[in-house]
């Protein structure tokens, strides 16, 4: 049973009501107002973009839940998922095609998730997820630190027989020293001149960053020839194919633009998904 909420046109619908939290559904980022505190997450039938994102957050609500607006021309539908990690708010938008822009009943009860920022993430919410279990998982969990600075991802997706991981985490200087000569680091920064310097200092069993969008003189993927003479099997994606920046994009959705020829001695090619490659790279280098 829902309770109906009535401010002028701005009406809302507290959908689930737990240990003084509150899950609160609305049409639009427009209804969030002082009623809404750090106790809601807020579902907003919005796109989740910048602009909704600044009428919702000065009243600092626990969590948002927004529409991805299909993601569109620059990503513009969920910009406001960084804009509100930025804050300390969680944050996650719903898949275009499985709710209704401005119902916000129809993203509760139908709603799939499509993007999360890392504080939502933090809290277990997962693409895939339907709406009301991620309400719920933001209702009962913390986001752990939210002040401003760098939240580390790190993840083991793959272990070979040999016991070398492959290892994605956001940038390679986020590397371990327990990654030297053992672990494939999918990482997400560029595989420049710089990128290539952080690579010789952490010595990983093999790399896929991304291409940088090539970048002049190709200069986004000229590390791979400058750790090749050190003997490091890497690649790189293209920043077309996977977010720069974003490690879980780079290892689902990229596709391998540039490799080295370590890497190709293991099998990497260009046009590989790089969760092939990053396969492919745990291989020991006699590997044909």
Not at 16 to 26: A, F, I, K, Y
Not at 109 to 122: D, K, P
Not at 224 to 251: F, N, Q, R
Request: net charge negative; hydrophobic share 40%; proline share 4%.
């Amino acid at each position: 049973m829902t309770d109906l909420l009535e401010t002028e046109d701005h009406p809302q619908q507290i959908v689930l009501e737990q240990d003084g939290r509150r899950v609160v559904t609305m049409d639009s980022a427009r209804y969030v107002d002082a009623r809404n505190t750090e106790r809601d997450v807020v579902v907003a039938a919005s796109y989740i973009g910048v602009l909704p994102a600044r009428l919702m957050a000065p009243h600092k609500p626990r969590a948002v839940i927004g529409h991805d607006g299909g993601i569109g021309k620059d990503a513009a539908g969920i910009q406001g998922l960084y804009y509100l990690e930025a804050l300390g708010i969680p944050a996650a938008a719903v898949d275009g095609e499985s709710a209704e822009l401005g119902n916000g009943a129809d993203h509760y009860e139908a709603g799939v998730i499509s993007r999360t920022n890392i504080l939502a993430e933090n809290c277990g919410v997962r693409p895939g997820q339907s709406v009301a279990e991620a309400a719920r998982i933001l209702l009962e969990n913390e986001p752990g630190d939210v002040e401003p600075g760098t939240k580390i991802r790190r993840e083991v997706v793959e272990t070979s027989p040999t016991g070398r991981d492959v290892v994605i985490t956001d940038s390679i200087i986020f590397a371990r020293p327990e990654d030297k000569g053992r672990n494939v680091l999918v990482t997400a920064g560029h595989t420049g001149t710089s990128g290539a310097s952080f690579l010789l200092e952490f010595q990983p069993w093999g790399f896929i960053c991304s291409d940088g969008g090539g970048g002049k003189n190709d200069s986004g993927t000229a590390g791979l020839a400058i750790v090749e003479k050190e003997g490091l099997a890497g690649a790189s994606v293209s920043a077309k194919s996977a977010a720069i920046g974003d490690a879980y994009s780079t290892y689902h959705d990229g596709i391998i633009v540039a490799c080295n020829g370590p890497a190709e001695k293991r099998g990497v090619r260009v046009g590989m998904k790089a969760r092939e490659a990053a396969h492919l790279l745990l291989q020991e280098d006699d590997a044909e």
